[in-house]
């Protein structure tokens, strides 16, 4: 299910990056009619930062981020097996704390009727929404192979 999950989220991710394609692309044309897209850097910001936490979950399930593998290799394999345990605790630790933050953003942003200072006035919640959502899901899926690696199974 969390597989699923974090795929369809990477689509959705990579459907948000073609947007902003697209989105400039327009700009770009409708300059040489000294057209513009109001906003559009705003814009274009919320969908990277809504792609780039949508894609968190499925690049950390499919083990391609960044990872310090220098840290995990010790002559010990007890050694290197408990590095592993709490490295993956305290990123868990400090997602659980990012979408904590993330959700209570949201929630006052939605309370209080927040909007963007752009030229057009876009609500802020929503965008949050999606960031406190994508980041709950990577605490889980971090969280969840944690666990794996706590059984031996990773």
């Not at 209080?112 to 406190?132: K, N, R, T, Y």
Request: net charge negative; hydrophobic share 50%.
């Amino acid at each position: 299910m969390l597989n699923k999950l974090n795929a369809f989220n990477m689509k959705v991710s990579i459907l948000l990056i073609v947007a902003i394609f697209l989105l400039v692309l327009s700009q770009i044309v409708l300059r040489l009619f000294n057209l513009y897209i109001p906003s559009l850097n705003e814009i274009c910001g919320y969908l990277l930062i809504s792609s780039f936490f949508l894609a968190l979950g499925y690049s950390f399930e499919q083990e391609k981020h960044i990872r310090v593998a220098l840290v995990f290799e010790f002559d010990n394999p007890n050694l290197s097996h408990y590095a592993q345990v709490v490295s993956y605790l305290t990123a868990t630790l400090i997602c659980t704390f990012i979408s904590y933050a993330c959700i209570q953003l949201t929630l006052d942003s939605y309370h209080f009727h927040e909007v963007s200072s752009g030229e057009i006035a876009i609500l802020e919640w929503p965008i949050q929404a999606i960031m406190a959502y994508a980041s709950c899901v990577t605490t889980i899926t971090i969280a969840f192979k944690g666990l794996e690696v706590l059984r031996g199974h990773s």
